[in-house]
């Protein structure tokens, strides 16, 4: 791929998960889980967890990635059959070779699966190979201690806190701020990810 943009269509996958571009069609597969499991979106800034939420939810995510800022993806579990959530790489910047991933959730039944690692390892392969980036960037609500939890698991560095960064839907947050850059990927976390996916290989 001569270079990322963000208006082509990108798949990603491995042999557990699916990662494909999200469509406003894609509210039918989602929306069992705005009903039934609203807290999923506790600590989010983009809540959606109602019809109506959703819906606007996936309009944003579409109309930020007809402006280049985001490429979202609705996530496929292989092992079930059945989708499993979303997520989104975001705030790309080409020119500096950096970008977010984030917006992630998925429903209860496949936290703790290992879909979180698995989906992980395919987004940094192509962030730091196809996209060509030397840094990927990860935040979070600062309270959100399994999210933090999730993403120093796979192999993230805490490098601080943003404080009242953002406003959220009860009031601001304070943000932290995670961090993998290319040279770490390649040399020492890929590998570990690997393994802790594949203890056997």
């Not at 500096?96 to 917006?103: L, P, R």
């Not at 730091?128 to 960037?137: I, L, N, P, T």
């Not at 979070?140 to 601080?160: F, T």
């Amino acid at each position: 791929m001569k270079e990322f943009h963000p208006d082509h269509h990108y798949s990603i996958e491995n042999d557990i998960v699916l990662l494909r571009p999200l469509k406003k069609d894609d509210f039918e597969h989602l929306i069992t889980y705005s009903i039934h499991e609203p807290e999923l979106w506790k600590y989010s800034l983009t809540p959606a967890n109602s019809e109506k939420l959703l819906k606007q939810y996936i309009e944003n995510a579409l109309a930020e990635r007809q402006e280049g800022k985001s490429y979202p993806f609705i996530v496929f579990d292989k092992r079930t059959e059945q989708y499993a959530g979303c997520t989104r790489f975001y705030d790309i910047q080409l020119f500096h070779k950096t970008v977010s991933i984030g917006y992630t959730w998925y429903g209860k039944q496949f936290q703790g699966t290992g879909l979180n690692k698995n989906c992980k390892i395919i987004m940094l392969d192509f962030a730091f190979k196809a996209m060509q980036m030397e840094r990927v960037e990860f935040r979070a609500d600062a309270r959100n201690q399994k999210s933090i939890a999730a993403m120093k698991s796979i192999g993230c560095k805490e490098e601080g806190i943003l404080r009242s960064n953002c406003l959220a839907p009860n009031g601001r947050r304070d943000s932290i701020v995670l961090s993998i850059l290319k040279s770490e990927w390649d040399h020492k976390v890929r590998p570990q990810l690997l393994h802790k996916i594949n203890p056997k290989s």
